[in-house]
C-alpha cells in the first residue's frame, strides 16, 4: 500500500551525508512496514532487530554498553557476516530507556551501514532534540484522505482535487469524492484496517479490526502500567465520544468518572499522548502571535489518532446495523465533533499549519481550531457539521483584529470578504 513517506525514505536513503533514520507515530500504523517495503526495492541487505523480541539486545542497550559493544553483539548475531552497505533496522525501541543514544552512536560508528530505528510513540524525548540536526525524523500517522484515494487507485481525482484552485469539479466526480469520504470516515486510516476493507468491502469486518485494534492498544498498556494506571487509560479512550459530543468539547475528568480527579488522570492522559494514540488540542486565551505565548495547557481537547477508531468505538456504544448514508451524517456525529475529529486529523503535521490550537470565548463563542499563517492567526471555522455558527468567526475577529479565517465545507474553493472557503476532501493539499 502506498504511502508517502517512501519519497521521504527514498531521499534519506540516497543522500551521500546521511543520517540515522528515526521513525515514530502509533502502534498499528505501518512504521515497520514502510520501512521494510523500501528496502525490498532499495536494499541489498535488511537486518530487523525487534526488541520486543530479541532479549539479547535489549540487555545491551539498557546496561552499560556503548557502541562497540552493540556491534560485537550485532556481528556475532549473524555470524561475522560482512554487513557493509546494507539496512539495519531496530524495531520497538521504546521498549529500552535510553536505545536511541546507543543506536545514534552505533550509526556514526558504522557509517558503511544504512541505520534506522522504530518507536512506537509520539513524543520527543531529550537526546532527540538534543541531537535533532544529527538524525533524520519521520513521523508517520495513518493514512490521511489522499492516500486512502491512492490506495483505491484513483490518481485521476487526485489530479482533479490537486486543480480545483483553478477548475471546477464536476457534478459525477464530486459524487465520486463524497463516495470515497463517506468511505474513509468509517474506515480510517489504519492500514491493516484500509487493507481488509478494500479486499472485502465489509464494514463488519472493518468494525471487527478496529475493535482489535483498540483492544491491542490496551493490552500493550496494560503491559507496562500498573492495574490502576491501566483502568484510568482505558476509561479515558472509552470516554472520548462523550467529551466531544458536548458543545463545549473541553476534555472533563468527570465525564471519565464521577469522581476523577485531575491529578490522577492527568498523568493517564499524557501516556496517550506520548505513544501517539490520542492527540491533544490546546487552548489559547487569545488569538495573537505568538500562540504559544497564549497557550493554556491545562485546558484542552482530547482526540483518538484516527477517525476510523472513533467510528468503531461510537459504534461499540450504539450498535447500528446500517451505517450513515453521507458523510455529511458522519460528520454530525457527536454534536459535529466527528467533523473536528477529521479535520484535526487531516490537518496535523501539515507543514503549511504547524501546531494547532482551539478557542473559546466565555461561553458565547468558540472556534474549533486555530493556527499560525504567515504573520498572521488564522481561525477555522467547520460549515459541514449541524452545530456551525457563523458568527463564532465574527466575534473572533472583532476580539482579535485578524484579516484572514478559513472555513471549511463541501463547497468548492472560494474566496470571499476575507474568508477562504476550502472544501473538506482537499484539506492534504492545503
Not at 531521499?11 to 525490498?40: C, N, Q
Request: negative net charge; aromatic residues 10%; proline residues 3%.
Amino acid at each position: 500500500m502506498y504511502r508517502n513517506i517512501m519519497d521521504d525514505m527514498t531521499i534519506w536513503f540516497s543522500r551521500p551525508d546521511r543520517k540515522m533514520l528515526y521513525i515514530k507515530g502509533a502502534k498499528g500504523v505501518g512504521k515497520t512496514w514502510s520501512i521494510m517495503d523500501f528496502a525490498a526495492a532499495f536494499c541489498d541487505a535488511v537486518y530487523l532487530i525487534d526488541l520486543s523480541k530479541e532479549k539479547v539486545f535489549r540487555d545491551v542497550l539498557s546496561g552499560d554498553a556503548g557502541a562497540d559493544d552493540l556491534d560485537f553483539i550485532i556481528n556475532e548475531h549473524y555470524d561475522n557476516e560482512d554487513m557493509t552497505g546494507g539496512l539495519v533496522i531496530f524495531d520497538e525501541i521504546q521498549c529500552v530507556d535510553g536505545a536511541l543514544k546507543i543506536i545514534h552512536e552505533y550509526s556514526k560508528l558504522r557509517s558503511d551501514l544504512a541505520v534506522c530505528a522504530i518507536a512506537s510513540k509520539a513524543s520527543t524525548e531529550n537526546y532527540e532534540e538534543e541531537h535533532k540536526d544529527e538524525i533524520q525524523i519521520l513521523f508517520l500517522k495513518p493514512m490521511c484522505f489522499q492516500e486512502y484515494l491512492i490506495a483505491n487507485k484513483e490518481n485521476k481525482l487526485i489530479e482533479i482535487i490537486e486543480n480545483l484552485k483553478i477548475m471546477d469539479i464536476s457534478p459525477e466526480n464530486k459524487t465520486k469524492i463524497k463516495k470515497y469520504l463517506r468511505e474513509y470516515l468509517i474506515v480510517g486510516g489504519m492500514p491493516d484496517v484500509v487493507k481488509l476493507f478494500l479486499k472485502n468491502h465489509s464494514y463488519d469486518e472493518v468494525y471487527n479490526k478496529q475493535i482489535s485494534i483498540i483492544e491491542d492498544f490496551e493490552r500493550d498498556i496494560k503491559k507496562e502500567t500498573r492495574p490502576a494506571f491501566c483502568t484510568r487509560t482505558r476509561r479515558i479512550l472509552r470516554s472520548i465520544p462523550r467529551q466531544l459530543e458536548k458543545d463545549n468539547k473541553k476534555f472533563m475528568f468527570s465525564l471519565v468518572e464521577k469522581n476523577a480527579r485531575n491529578r490522577e488522570y492527568s498523568e493517564a492522559v499524557d501516556y496517550l499522548c506520548d505513544k501517539g494514540i490520542c492527540i491533544k488540542l490546546n487552548r489559547v486565551k487569545e488569538g495573537k502571535l505568538p500562540l504559544d505565548k497564549y497557550e493554556e495547557k491545562k485546558s484542552y481537547e482530547l482526540f483518538l489518532l484516527d477517525n476510523g477508531l472513533l467510528y468503531a468505538i461510537i459504534k461499540n456504544k450504539s450498535y447500528k446495523n446500517k451505517e450513515p448514508e453521507t458523510a455529511g451524517e458522519i460528520f454530525s456525529m457527536l454534536n459535529g465533533g466527528f467533523g473536528e475529529q477529521f479535520v484535526m486529523s487531516e490537518l496535523l503535521g501539515n507543514p503549511n499549519v504547524g501546531n494547532l490550537y482551539y478557542w473559546v470565548s466565555g461561553a458565547t463563542a468558540r472556534v474549533p481550531l486555530v493556527f499560525e499563517g504567515d504573520n498572521e492567526v488564522i481561525p477555522i471555522d467547520i460549515r459541514y457539521t449541524s452545530n456551525s455558527k457563523a458568527q463564532n468567526l465574527k466575534v473572533f475577529k472583532e476580539k482579535n483584529k485578524n484579516a484572514l479565517s478559513m472555513r471549511l465545507s463541501i463547497e468548492d474553493m472560494y474566496y470571499e470578504k476575507n474568508v477562504l472557503n476550502i472544501p473538506v476532501y482537499g484539506l492534504w493539499n492545503f
